[in-house]
């Protein structure tokens, strides 16, 4: 069936440091990936998405490529910020149902 | 535009009581979903409409939950009798476009705890 796995939070980092948080998954055919930000007390956000192989996403200095060969979607910012630190979630999903399927969220605290 | 409202935030009762979640999503959205979120999981899909149609609630424990969506808008989901494993956050969403997906917008949820 459709999985998606993410790497074990906390991530803990300085600010201005490079970020990675690295994400797998399984699917059937050409699902469309997406990158998911929580902050504190707030709701989902979509930060980013790719719908085919080889793009990549972007918003707000942070990026993902979907890498079919690996079935990753790895997010990277180059520079974090304190404002960064959220709960960040990798998903997959198909167009043609509406249905996403997440991983299971990785904290990320960024210190001054 | 106002985002998804969802009442209450924080709900604590009692294993074997009953609970209900209110839900309006995004004015004109077509597409409603609820999920529930259990802490340090991701959210998992539990139901999705579109206008008052369920179209997947394969995930809906139905022995104990139960969810509707009068007249296209507003939903209600309700547990009744809840466990102690529903303690979780529920969230609702909605879209615009029926299987639009990349366009859910999230509802700050309701926290349970069920005691």
């Known amino acids: 069936g459709n999985s998606v796995t993410q790497m074990e939070g906390p991530v803990t980092l300085s600010e201005e440091a490079f970020l990675t948080i690295n994400c797998t998954y399984t699917?059937?055919?050409?699902?469309?990936l997406f990158w998911y930000v929580q902050y504190p007390g707030e709701g989902l956000q979509l930060l980013l998405k790719a719908t085919k192989a080889d793009d990549k996403g972007s918003n707000k200095g942070f990026e993902a490529t979907y890498r079919k060969e690996t079935t990753s979607f790895h997010l990277e910012k180059g520079s974090v910020q304190v404002s960064d630190s959220a709960v960040y979630f990798c998903a997959l999903g198909r167009s043609n149902t509406g249905k996403l399927i997440f991983g299971q969220g990785t904290t990320l605290q960024v210190k001054p | 535009e106002a985002g998804v409202a969802q009442s209450p935030r924080y709900k604590i009762i009692e294993k074997r009581q009953s609970v209900a979640f209110w839900c309006n999503p995004i004015s004109g959205h077509a597409t409603l979903y609820w999920y529930q979120q259990i802490l340090g999981q991701g959210p998992k899909l539990l139901i999705q409409f579109q206008n008052n149609g369920v179209v997947d609630d394969s995930q809906l424990p139905k022995d104990r939950f139960s969810a509707e969506r009068l007249k296209g808008v507003d939903s209600t989901l309700k547990i009744q009798p809840a466990k102690l494993e529903d303690s979780a956050v529920y969230l609702c969403a909605s879209s615009p476009q029926p299987g639009d997906q990349e366009t859910q917008y999230f509802g700050p949820g309701t926290r349970l705890l069920v005691l």
């Open positions: 699917a059937t055919g050409y699902p469309s």
